[in-house]
């Protein structure tokens, strides 16, 4: 008879005795139980498909055939429960990530929220050769929370907004650049500012009218309150272009004269825009409204059909309040104004894929 190695039966996981009925595999030589194999009606050992068995079912073991040494209990792991725990622990570890992100979503020292793919890819509107950068499909808080306390009534409540890819220039419409519009369009250069007409400043003393004319020329348009405010602050809702602390060095403010653009690098929006804040307030399509947030679409909102004022942003070189500079605030003028404080920059639409 063949001696039995072991004494632990792979079924039930208890010691098998000397003399207990017992019913060993032919195929791996390992005792049951008898009512185990019996109930079980094959091997129950891991990887073996062992059906017969050495000794017939309802005889005893001789005791000199049962090995007493002592064996640790194997429970036999099965290959669906490794799935299992593999498929828990990556479960837990998205669940972290997702709770960081969003307890992280409106800290701008935190690192920022994805912007999506090809977010601030460059490229080169050929009417006016300006640099254009592309704000992705998605959505944004627009507004301010009751957290900002530089907030006025009518940048409230936050509120999240979708808006459809398009690109902005980088840099707000220079002296040069407009220029080149009037001689191709025959149309007169405005007056001068005090300090006289400097190719790489921003275009100043153009009313919303020729704001818009250009961009007609250049086949872009001007971009909604949501378009400037998205490329102004990325997705993480961040107070000003740079993050959520004031940092007057950052931009062109308090001073006597607008400043070349692009001059304050450090002050880049999340997707790379210059002088988001500061140096020309600038015009946007929308009519002004103070209480339009109440009743906002979440799609591509383009302001009130109608009103008496267009939509300004951005704050200018001659403004030294810092709550003028923060992105949600929501400037407005007569569109025929034409202050030396105010210009623009353009927007078009991204191309289907």
């Not at 669906?80 to 622990?89: T, Y």
């Not at 001007?222 to 931009?251: F, S, V």
């Not at 804040?277 to 979440?298: E, L, R």
Request: glycine residues 10%.
């Amino acid at each position: 008879m063949t001696t039995v190695v072991g004494k632990t039966c792979p079924y039930c996981q208890a010691p098998i005795k000397p003399g207990a009925p017992a019913v060993v595999c032919s195929a791996c030589a390992m005792p049951h139980h008898a009512d185990c194999w019996q109930e079980n009606g094959r091997c129950t050992t891991f990887g073996c498909d062992g059906t017969s068995a050495g000794v017939p079912q309802g005889q005893s073991i001789p005791p000199a055939n049962i090995s007493h040494t002592e064996t640790p209990v194997r429970r036999p792991v099965k290959p669906g429960s490794i799935f299992v725990w593999v498929f828990g622990i990556i479960a837990l570890l998205l669940l972290i990530w997702a709770v960081d992100s969003s307890l992280n979503s409106h800290d701008g020292s935190k690192t920022a929220a994805p912007l999506g793919p090809d977010a601030g890819e460059e490229r080169t509107n050929a009417t006016d050769g300006a640099t254009m950068i592309l704000i992705p499909v998605g959505e944004f808080l627009m507004g301010s929370s009751d957290n900002d306390k530089l907030a006025g009534p009518e940048e409230k409540p936050q509120h999240s907004v979708y808006l459809d890819a398009y690109y902005i220039y980088k840099n707000d419409v220079t002296v040069a650049e407009y220029r080149t519009f009037c001689t191709a369009t025959g149309r007169v250069m405005p007056a001068a500012p005090p300090w006289g007409w400097i190719d790489t400043h921003p275009i100043v003393n153009v009313s919303w009218d020729d704001a818009k004319a250009y961009a007609d020329w250049a086949g872009a348009s001007l971009p909604t309150e949501a378009q400037w405010e998205k490329a102004a602050r990325g997705t993480d809702g961040r107070i000003y272009p740079w993050g959520n602390e004031w940092d007057a060095a950052k931009c062109s403010n308090a001073a006597t004269t607008t400043s070349p653009v692009g001059s304050f690098p450090a002050s880049a929006s999340p997707y790379g825009c210059l002088d988001m804040a500061g140096n020309v307030g600038q015009w946007c399509a929308d009519w002004y409204g103070a209480d339009y947030y109440q009743h906002t679409p979440s799609r591509n909102p383009t302001g009130p059909e109608t009103g008496a004022a267009r939509v300004l942003r951005g704050g200018s070189w001659n403004n030294n309040t810092s709550g003028i500079f923060h992105i949600p605030f929501r400037g407005n003028s007569d569109p025929a104004d034409s202050s030396n404080n105010n210009g623009f920059r353009c927007v078009l639409r991204s191309p289907e894929p």
